[in-house]
């Protein structure tokens, strides 16, 4: 890849993601390898230097990511933890929640999960109901949450929850670090057909009571912070599709290099080797669209970035589901086999079509934000 596109130092972070990816690999020791990537300084790479981060950005969170997919032991709580919290957290938070917070989420001692997505609300996030209202300086939060992934291993959760408006009687968005164990705090894992080591839960929160200082950022400037939030979210599940997809790809190049049917590798057949150079285009393209991305974000484009980390979520998940696809097909009977692992890649790759946000929410936004379409909901 060009230096114009990435740097030398970007590079070497590749390379030496890479190598660590490898040797975990796919069996990998998710606890083991969370570990390791936090005293290397990776899950940090995004967060403040003066709070145990390596000073970088999106582009470079998003690096680890996509090279720990392409090894085949993609890390998904980064997408999370890291990247909206984190950036959350440094960007809004008090001296005291950056304090308190942003050391353990950069060296990976502490993780942090987070909850929008609501049963009622779904795609529509401006549904979401869950509230909290004032109780002398305590805040008292009530609602449900469903999909939320890693609650049972992150110490807290950011919960997107409202606040009514004294002036409008309106509810705007604000975020909440919820403790694992607070009191009123119940989580019930759900039965996903997902071989992943992060589980998914349905939470309720009944009257659960928080100090002053667990709101994150201005009462009166949610949306703004959400958002600073949800575009990186956009931004690492790119890198996630693109790690998974390329991933998926790899182990189909080589098999079909090697399996021999005729008197040729399978490989040397078009009808094998043009879908998964078509992966590989694919794949790449998404790339390029998400380091734009990533790039705007860094710059503080919020508004660029947020059409560019939409766009690249979409194309990232479709190169993803397409390359994972593609590859399963070219192992023939072994595609389906446990010991080549990929036919459950088929139930992950779908993950990043549906979510931070749907493909079809996406196409929504470029219809009516980018291409000034009429709105049809
Ligand atoms: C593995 C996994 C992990 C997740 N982790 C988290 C997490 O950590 N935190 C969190 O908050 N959430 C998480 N989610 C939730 C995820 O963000 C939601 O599933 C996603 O936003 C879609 O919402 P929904 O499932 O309610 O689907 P729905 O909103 O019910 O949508 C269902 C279908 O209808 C389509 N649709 C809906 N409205 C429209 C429209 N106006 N036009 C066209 N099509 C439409 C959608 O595209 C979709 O295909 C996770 C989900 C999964 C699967």
Partial sequence: MS??????????????????????????????????????????????????????????????????????????????????????????????????????????????????????AGSNSHRITTTARRDGDDWVLTGRKVFISGVDIADATLVVGRTEDARTGKLKPCLFVVPRDAPGFGRRRIDMELDAHEKQFELTLDDVRLPADALVGEEDAGLLQLFAGLNPERIMTAAFAVGMGRYALGRAVAYAGERQVWKAP???????????AQSHIELELARLMMQKAAHLYDAGDDTGAGEAANMAKYAAAEACVGAVDRSVHTLGGNGLTREFGLASLITASRVARIAPVSREMILNYVSHQTLGLPKSY
């Fill in 3 to 120: 230096t114009v596109i990435e740097t030398e130092e970007h590079r070497a972070l590749r390379t030496a993601v890479a190598a660590l990816g490898r040797r975990h690999g796919r069996a990998h020791d998710r606890e083991a390898l969370w570990q390791e990537a936090g005293e290397l300084g990776y899950l940090g790479v995004n967060l403040p230097e003066e709070y145990g981060g390596g000073g970088g950005g999106m582009a470079e969170l998003s690096i680890v990511l996509e090279e720990l997919g392409a090894a085949g032991c993609p890390l998904l709580m980064m997408v999370v933890s890291p990247a909206i919290c984190g950036t959350v957290i440094a960007r809004f938070g008090t001296e005291g929640q950056k304090a308190r917070w942003l050391p353990g989420l950069a060296d990976g001692s502490r993780t942090m999960a987070f909850g929008i997505t609501e049963p009622d």
């Fill in 266 to 276: 399978i490989g040397s057949h078009q009808a094998i080797a043009h879908p998964l």
